[in-house]
């Protein structure tokens, strides 16, 4: 580490409400500014793979977001709470909902087995523009033509959203 940040490769960052050090490659620092000052990546929705840098180290997870998340497929069927290979969604800066997604090919169908979101009134239009907009990303990525929501919460998703 110390010959790296005597080369200038990395530079430490500060880390909002960490007193932990994190470092970042030198060349990526024009990235953060950017991501930073982008409008569309603040206002967008993201949905996240359980094996996301982001998401795999639950105490940070919990630090950054205020959320539990964990890849649910090693635990027992009746214990999970969203789901085999559940997807946080990020919007705004924070985790506002799950989706548990599955791709059934013969019927070129992206299943979502389970949908649930946290959101506030105010906050409803907004973001389910956001996520509808990420939901068809993630459908056309997946080379699906039809999508399916099995289960919703608030139940209202599933018509609000196909």
Not at 31 to 37: D, G, H, P, V
Not at 70 to 97: D, H, S, T
Not at 127 to 133: G, H, P, S
Request: proline share 4%; aromatic share 8%.
């Amino acid at each position: 580490m110390r010959v790296l940040k005597q080369e200038d490769a990395i530079v430490e960052v500060e880390v909002e409400d960490s007193a932990t050090p994190h470092y970042i490659l030198s060349d990526n620092l024009a990235l953060i500014e950017r991501a930073r000052n982008h409008r569309a990546s603040k206002d967008r929705a993201w949905f996240l793979s359980p094996f996301d840098n982001i998401v795999w180290d639950r105490k940070r997870v919990s630090r950054l977001f205020d959320a539990d998340v964990r890849l649910e497929a090693y635990i027992p069927k009746a214990k999970r709470q969203f789901g085999y290979f559940a997807m946080p969604i990020i919007w705004k800066n924070r985790i506002v909902g799950r989706l548990d997604p599955k791709v059934d090919r013969k019927s070129n169908t992206l299943i979502l087995a389970n949908l649930e979101l946290n959101l506030t009134k105010n906050e409803c239009r907004d973001a389910l523009e956001a996520i509808q907009e990420e939901l068809t990303a993630f459908t056309t990525f997946h080379e699906c033509e039809h999508l399916k929501i099995k289960r919703a919460k608030p139940a209202k998703l599933r018509d609000l959203l196909i």
